[in-house]
């Protein structure tokens, strides 16, 4: 039986997450995943998997990336490395083409968490409620998503038809306040599409929603748990952490720094 690392097992649920919504195409230097409908979004503009063994290769690479997605009338908007590391080489190159990096912590769940008491939450299924799911999306994403909000909610309600995504929405007092999800590949699980409403403690909410979610896991005697968390954002790894959930590396991933980049003129 060969052991995959948490790492190695959160790239290859990003490779098929991406595949939910994206077309491919591998050239000589990575894999591109790319949607001419969600133009705007990083993950469905994004070279994967690269890797350039040398370094006076960068510039060709990225002049074969910039062709392959201006072929189909996009500007890829994202490299993330083989394995999740980058060459000082390949950090300062991209840095110069307005590509910024960034950090995010691989966790994974170590122990079943002690159970989550949180009876004023109502937990229901999102498939049965994707109204009050793209209402609550487009709320708690706005900032994060500013002039492409429109296209990450339609992604992401296209994503529920996938049957190894299992979405949830807390309910409070009536209304829906966050989402969160499991995503199954294969035997890896991986907590995904965490968003709650501004104005919301989060501690009121998250702990007892994603204790729902690692409980479908559970039941589905998944080998493998892990979640990915923005390395800037010590809230939501002490979130993690306290629900049983350690590090176990990093991975980086380069974002252009654009305004709708792929917008149409």
């Keep these: 039986m060969i052991e995959r690392s948490a790492v190695a097992s959160l790239l290859r649920s990003s490779q098929a997450y991406a595949q939910q919504i994206c077309e491919r195409e591998t050239g000589r230097f990575g894999i591109a995943f790319?949607?001419?409908?969600?133009?705007?979004?990083?993950?469905?503009c994004q070279l994967r998997e690269v890797v350039i063994e040398r370094e006076q290769d960068i510039p060709?690479?990225?002049?074969e990336c910039e062709s392959l997605f201006a072929a189909h009338g996009l500007t890829c908007l994202r490299w993330a490395p083989a394995g999740g590391t980058a060459s000082d080489a390949i950090t300062a190159f991209l840095s110069k083409q307005r590509f910024e990096?960034?950090?995010m912590c691989v966790m994974m769940l170590s122990r079943w968490p002690e159970p989550v008491q949180a009876p004023e939450l109502r937990i229901l299924p999102v498939r049965a409620m994707r109204r009050a799911f793209g209402d609550a999306l487009r709320q708690a994403a706005a900032r994060q998503h500013p002039g492409r909000l429109d296209q990450y909610v339609e992604a992401f309600e296209e994503r529920l038809d996938d049957p190894h995504l299992d979405m949830s929405i807390a309910m409070l007092d009536g209304r829906p306040v966050a989402t969160?999800?499991?995503?199954e590949v294969g035997d890896i699980a991986r907590v995904i599409g965490l968003h709650h409403?501004?104005?919301?403690?989060?501690?009121?909410?998250?702990?007892?929603?994603?204790?729902?979610v690692l409980n479908l896991?559970?039941?589905l005697s998944m080998r493998?748990?892990?979640?990915?968390i923005d390395a800037r954002?010590?809230?939501c790894r002490r979130l993690f952490e306290e629900l049983g959930f350690v590090e176990q590396g990093r991975i980086i991933e380069f974002e252009r720094i654009t305004s709708d980049a792929n917008q149409p003129q």
């Design 34 to 44: 790319f949607s001419e409908r969600f133009g705007l979004l990083p993950e469905a």
């Design 60 to 63: 060709e690479a990225y002049r």
């Design 101 to 103: 990096p960034r950090e």
């Design 180 to 183: 969160a999800g499991l995503y």
């Design 197 to 212: 409403l501004p104005g919301l403690e989060p501690q009121r909410i998250l702990p007892g929603l994603i204790f729902h």
């Design 217 to 219: 896991a559970r039941r």
């Design 224 to 228: 493998m748990i892990v979640a990915q």
């Design 233 to 235: 954002d010590p809230d």
